[in-house]
């Protein structure tokens, strides 16, 4: 898997915007402010269907334009190429054509430029809210298992209206008729989703176990536990087995979702922990040992794409090389020497020895 090029017209601060990358290191240098971000959203856009910043795709628009263009040349699954997203500023819905041939949906590119992110704010991921660790799956099963990327998003489509009835259904009490329905629907794809999430992060906690171990010299172990609906003792169970306890998990809720307006119970609760040694890096990880465990997930997380897919994905590197010591920067440096990589960086830093070196200023190549 690589990417030889990318234009752009009109996404974010690039008016236009030709680039050509080589298989190997490509670091994107640049002042703050000048686009180097913007640069790696546009990749991960094409790569994921989604921004890794927002979830207004309008936003991405140049300020004044009325849409976006985003083109990817790469190679893939043993040929060349071509992916493209074209977003409007207005309401229109977004375009995305693979090949040159308009898709229906953003899942055709699913597969096809297989990235993995890795920024600033998943240094802490560990030691902050759920959602950013279920974002953290969610993103790597998507690519990975198209499935999942289906029962997703119709859980997603689901929870929007449960949550909208049991917030609106004062208002209007005959809302409540439809309850049972969409609650016994996600507890249906609940279970999908609740299968592919456990066998997801038992096979990512083994891979990242492997890189923390590797770093700490072997003094310390790291182990995940995947957290969902209390009512299922057993993730691995078959989807049947795990609809019945999600079910069971809803009705016994049922009252208390309708009273609190709030859907309480399901998989979009989920969560995972980490340990060292047994104790939690949420409350004991010291900054030095959370910021390894979070290099080794992301780094075990590229691992199981190159296992599944045969082929590397690229990695996504934003500004996180800065934010290391020159030890752990060494660790991921010597762990990313194979597969095509984007970096981005301050024109200050040691690394411009690494590969090809794109100057960005104020939305421009120079
Ligand atoms: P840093 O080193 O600080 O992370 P960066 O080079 O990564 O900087 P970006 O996040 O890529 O910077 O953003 C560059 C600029 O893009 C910002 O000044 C922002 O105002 C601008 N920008 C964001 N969205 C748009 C848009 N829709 N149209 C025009 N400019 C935009
Ligand atoms: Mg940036």
Not at 63 to 83: K, Y
Not at 105 to 125: K, Y
Not at 251 to 274: M, N, V
Not at 281 to 300: D, E, F, H, N
Request: a neutral charge.
């Amino acid at each position: 898997m690589r990417l030889d090029a990318l234009t752009l017209y009109d996404f974010r601060n690039y008016a236009h915007l030709e680039a050509q990358f080589v298989p190997g290191v490509n670091l994107i240098l640049g002042e703050n402010a000048q686009g180097k971000t913007n640069l790696l959203e546009a990749v991960a856009y094409l790569s994921t269907g989604r921004s890794f910043r927002t979830a207004r795709p309008q936003e991405l628009v140049r300020f004044g334009a009325d849409f976006a263009d985003l083109n990817a040349e790469l190679f893939s699954a043993g040929r060349q190429q071509t992916a493209r997203a074209v977003l409007f500023a207005g309401r229109r819905p977004r375009q995305i054509y693979v090949g040159g041939v308009k898709q229906k949906t953003a899942a055709a590119l699913d597969g096809l430029l297989t990235t993995v992110l890795f920024c600033p704010e998943e240094l802490q991921v560990l030691k902050g809210g759920a959602a950013a660790r279920r974002k953290l799956i969610d993103t790597a099963l998507c690519q990975l298992r198209p499935n999942y990327a289906r029962a997703l998003a119709e859980y997603t489509k689901l929870l929007d209206s449960k949550s909208r009835i049991l917030k609106d259904w004062h208002e209007m009490p005959s809302l409540l008729e439809p309850l049972p329905e969409f609650s016994l629907r996600m507890a249906q794809v609940g279970a999908v989703i609740v299968s592919y999430r456990a066998r997801y992060l038992k096979k990512l906690a083994e891979a990242a176990a492997e890189y923390h171990s590797e770093f700490s010299g072997g003094q310390e172990r790291l182990t995940l536990s995947y957290q969902t609906v209390s009512t299922i003792d057993d993730p691995f169970a078959d989807q049947k087995t795990l609809f019945e306890r999600i079910f069971e998990h809803q009705k016994r809720h049922e009252r208390a979702e309708i009273d609190a307006g709030q859907c309480l119970t399901g998989p979009h609760k989920d969560d995972f922990e980490t340990f060292i040694n047994d104790r939690p890096v949420k409350s004991y990880g010291s900054q030095g040992q959370t910021r390894t465990a979070s290099i080794s997930l992301k780094l075990a997380e590229r691992e199981l794409m190159r296992r599944d897919t045969g082929e590397e994905p690229l990695l996504l590197l934003d500004d996180v090389l800065s934010e290391l010591d020159a030890k752990r920067q060494d660790f991921v440096l010597n762990q990313i020497r194979t597969g095509q990589v984007l970096i981005t960086c301050c024109e200050t830093d040691r690394l411009t020895e690494l590969g090809k070196v794109m100057l960005i200023r104020d939305g421009e190549l120079i």
